[in-house]
């Protein structure tokens, strides 16, 4: 009896269960999540090039909540980066989800204090990294494309890869110039600060 | 504190590069653990909020 019954409740999970999926509409998943990562990545890429630019034209270390904004982007970065080398998958949308929620809360109270600086955009794209993260995260749980292999890396996927490598050692470098192994000065907030701001 | 994080940081990224995922999560997440906390000791007192 007890057979009978659990035969029928299978049946009907696969009667309401969703039909299995048609492999366009995979592809398709597959397509848009990588361009959403190369899009953000290249996006981080350009804003963090940006604030090292107006650091050195200013000639000015960016404050220690700068650094971890920075910091917070470029880990949104490793979420993506590793989308891109092993495919992408819920856990990765989510490191990516997690760090752009961290980088937004450093960037917010910053962003109304300093809106003649870089800090508004980081904050915009910490909050579009964590939209669309969220975005593809649904869409990789509806069509999940992890199955496939990941794509080898192409010219693109190599020059944001040391594009981001690069600068990430150029803030390291930034650092330890800035703080070395002790505490980061906070006179640099100060210092940091926008003319007119 | 700060130097350790982009240490760790520029690390998970290199791992992540080679698609080593396990220890990219693990680097990931003690890196942003770090973060976290220096944003909570040092980063919001810095930045006059209260909570």
Not at chain 1, 15 to 36: F, I
Not at chain 1, 47 to 56: C, D, I, M, S, T
Not at chain 1, 135 to 156: H, K, N
Request: charged content about 10%.
């Amino acid at each position: 009896m007890k057979k009978v019954k659990l035969h029928h409740r299978i049946n009907l999970l696969r009667q309401l269960a969703p039909p299995e999926e048609a492999p366009p509409r995979r592809a398709r998943a597959r397509q848009l999540s990588h361009a959403v990562t190369v899009l953000l990545l290249a996006g981080i890429a350009a804003l963090l090039a940006a604030a090292l630019a107006v650091q050195f034209a200013r000639r000015a270390p960016p404050c220690p909540q700068c650094l971890l904004e920075r910091a917070g982007l470029l880990l949104v970065g490793v979420g993506l980066l590793l989308n891109l080398r092993t495919g992408p998958r819920p856990v990765h949308y989510a490191l990516v989800l997690l760090a752009a929620a961290f980088s937004a809360c450093v960037a917010l109270p910053h962003a109304g204090a300093y809106a003649a600086s870089l800090d508004p955009w980081m904050l915009a794209t910490a909050l579009g990294a964590g939209v669309l993260a969220a975005t593809m995260l649904g869409f990789e749980l509806r069509y999940p494309t992890r199955a496939a292999a990941a794509r080898p890396a192409g010219t693109t996927t190599r020059a944001l890869f040391v594009l981001l490598a690069a600068l990430a050692v150029a803030n390291l470098a930034s650092v330890t110039v800035e703080c070395g192994l002790s505490r980061c000065p906070t006179g640099a907030v100060a210092r940091y600060r926008p003319p007119g701001a | 504190m700060m130097v350790l994080i982009f240490v760790l940081l520029l690390v998970s990224m290199l791992t992540a590069w080679l698609g080593r995922r396990r220890l990219t999560v693990s680097l990931f997440l003690i890196t942003l653990l770090m973060a976290a906390l220096w944003f909570w000791h040092q980063g919001i007192p810095a930045s006059g909020l209260r909570l």
